[in-house]
């Protein structure tokens, strides 16, 4: 059995990732916001925990994630204010991962998105630009680190129930439903091969844990 703690718990990726952890027996731990969000959370059968992660520092980060298997970073500004894209999606992920190491936590998936570079193309007068740049930096801060990491990237989300497989081989992002995500997640804390590995994916045919083992 697994603990995960995971951040943005009553995210929408996060809320259909939780019953499917929990449902194998493992135990997950949801950092929320908003005490509102408490019922609909341990509704999945996770663990409900109210905290500001923009507000937290490094060792308030790391006595949320001790005691825990495996972290998932699934939080997110939502866009449209810049300083605080920045705040959350580069500053919080950072500490969150520095946060990790000392409590000694290794295991950290990071969700990530399909085009996640530094010459992501997007123009910098785009409201999504600050986002791409807050993406990137966190997620080469998380392979410099000594964590046992992994980066999914899925393509552009939609709310359509999952198709039963994802395509790690595409090389343009299309589309992939948050319910494919959350699969994606519960079989890279499974599979110890994931780790160090950046996985880009769009819907697909290919059974998730086949899957993965392709994307090399």
Not at 66 to 73: K, L, R, S, T
Not at 152 to 173: K, N, Q
């Amino acid at each position: 059995m697994t603990s995960t703690l995971i951040f943005g718990g009553h995210g929408k990726i996060a809320l259909l990732t939780e019953p499917l952890l929990v449902g194998r027996g493992d135990t997950v731990t949801a950092v929320i916001r908003n005490s509102d969000h408490i019922d609909e959370v341990t509704a999945t059968g996770a663990t409900a925990v109210v905290a500001d992660i923009e507000q937290l520092d490094t060792e308030q980060l790391a006595q949320l994630i001790a005691g825990h298997d495996a972290v998932v970073w699934s939080a997110g500004a939502g866009g449209g204010n810049a300083a605080r894209t920045r705040a959350v999606d580069h500053e919080a992920a950072v500490r969150s991962m520095d946060a990790a190491a000392l409590a000694g936590v290794r295991r950290y998936v990071m969700v990530s998105y399909f085009n996640a570079a530094r010459d992501h193309g997007i123009d910098p007068e785009s409201s999504f630009w600050h986002y791409a740049e807050a993406k990137i930096a966190a997620d080469e801060h998380l392979r410099a680190s000594d964590l046992d990491w992994t980066v999914l990237g899925p393509s552009a989300l939609t709310l359509e129930p999952f198709a039963g497989g994802i395509d790690v081989r595409a090389e343009t992002s299309t589309t992939v439903s948050r319910a494919a995500v959350a699969e994606v997640i519960a079989a890279t804390l499974a599979d110890p091969s994931t780790i160090g590995r950046t996985i880009s994916f769009n819907d697909g045919a290919t059974p998730v844990a086949e899957a993965l083992r392709e994307a090399h």
